[in-house]
């Protein structure tokens, strides 16, 4: 995956539009899902997800609430480490249509650290439900990153890895979907191993 350098998030939707279409346990089919993904060096990593559903389902609305039981588009990204001892963190983003926010970070799928309300405001994240679709953004600072992983020095060439879904536990609509394929019986997003790399590059 290349995740292109911009000089702003206005120039988000100008590069090429990654897609969650990889169908998972018994999964047959989810509303249109992709989104896009950029890099502003010094300052922070943009994402805008897109999900073709009308009236998605939307029943929580606080941050750090279960959001994947209603409709929910998700992040997850893990970052090396310089602290030995953090080289396996990775942290996981998730909404629903009504912007309440799932925000962590840790090891293993449990025992996960929660962000704090300061965290989550520099996140900016946010969610807009339109007449067919909703959207979801948010800025991933360079400065969140580097505290909780120390000085990473990302450029060009640089490379991370990460992963994205849809996904919804309630019974009535229950679907997986993931941009990197989860070669796993088990259901989880939580699998680094099936994390796709990704390489910061220069817009062509």
């Not at 997850?76 to 602290?83: A, M, P, R, T, V």
């Not at 963190?89 to 926010?101: P, R």
Request: hydrophobic share 35%; with cysteine; glycine share 4%.
């Amino acid at each position: 995956m290349k995740v292109e350098i911009i000089k702003n998030v206005a120039e988000l939707e100008s590069i090429t539009p990654f897609h969650v279409d990889h169908l998972l346990w018994g999964t047959k089919s989810i509303p249109k899902t992709y989104g896009y993904i950029g890099f502003v060096p010094g300052d922070a990593f943009y994402l805008k997800m897109i999900c073709e559903e009308r009236e998605p389902l939307c029943t929580y609305t606080h941050d750090m609430d279960p959001v994947y039981r209603d409709s929910a588009m998700e992040a997850f990204f893990q970052f090396e480490s310089k602290i030995e001892r953090l080289q396996a963190v990775y942290l996981n983003f998730e909404t629903n249509s009504g912007g309440a926010l799932l925000a962590g970070c840790g090891k293993e799928r449990i025992y996960r650290s929660y962000f704090t309300k300061d965290m989550c405001r520099a996140l900016q994240s946010s969610a807009k439900v339109e007449k067919d679709l909703w959207t979801w953004e948010m800025k991933l600072p360079v400065s969140i990153l580097e505290e909780i992983y120390g000085p990473l020095h990302l450029e060009e060439g640089s490379t991370f890895t990460c992963n994205f879904y849809k996904i919804s536990e309630t019974k009535e609509i229950e679907h997986y979907a993931s941009y990197s394929p989860i070669l796993s019986e088990i259901p989880s997003f939580h699998l680094t191993e099936f994390f796709e790399t990704a390489i910061i590059t220069k817009t062509q």
